[in-house]
């Protein structure tokens, strides 16, 4: 898939205007906030926020800028799932995860690369360590390494949430939507 068939799905899935007041985003459309719109040069109301702006947005913010393109190269799966993981919880919350799972299932460098370093920077290294893993696991390695970048996801869900009961209203929809196993 492409990035225009992920965001197709994906704004459909966020839907239009909302503000609903436990959410700290405040007013969104189509998922995107209106700091991001406007943190992107967007000056109108959020309720007339086009489609073709909440797409340029998610297309250089949450796909090209970490680099997620490279990801979708070696594993589509993947790189939908991290997309999808950045625009609900942040990009800087998602980069590391793969790093997090891949060091997970090294067994200690015996699967063939060393421990990565979190910083969220898919270099050489991070996209090897995927390679190699995905070459010797094949699909059932796909499938294990989306259940744990959707456990990790979850377990961030869970954290806010106790952390601010208001997120409550959310809890379920996040964990129905976005950690899918």
């Excluded at 700290?24 to 459309?29: P, R």
């Excluded at 625009?87 to 800087?92: E, F, K, M, P, R």
């Excluded at 059932?140 to 390494?145: N, S, Y």
């Excluded at 409550?168 to 939507?177: K, M, P, S, V």
Aim: net charge negative; hydrophobic share 35%; charged share 20%.
């Amino acid at each position: 898939m492409n990035i225009d068939q992920y965001l197709e799905a994906i704004i459909d899935r966020e839907g239009g205007y909302i503000n609903h007041p436990s959410d700290h985003g405040h007013a969104t459309k189509f998922g995107i906030t209106e700091a991001v719109a406007q943190s992107n040069g967007y000056k109108g109301d959020m309720r007339d926020l086009p489609v073709a702006v909440a797409q340029s947005i998610y297309k250089q913010q949450y796909w090209f800028e970490p680099q997620f393109d490279q990801i979708n190269e070696i594993s589509p799966a993947i790189a939908e799932e991290l997309l999808d993981t950045a625009i609900n919880c942040g990009v800087n919350f998602a980069k590391p995860l793969l790093q997090r799972a891949l060091n997970l299932l090294n067994k200690q460098g015996e699967e063939g690369w060393p421990n990565l370093t979190l910083d969220g920077q898919y270099g050489p290294l991070t996209i090897q360590a995927l390679s190699t893993y995905l070459n010797r696991r094949n699909k059932d390695g796909e499938t294990v390494l989306l259940r744990v970048l959707n456990i990790m996801q979850g377990q961030h869900y869970i954290e806010i949430t106790e952390k601010n009961p208001n997120y409550e209203d959310f809890f379920y929809g996040w964990i129905l939507n976005r950690v899918a196993l």
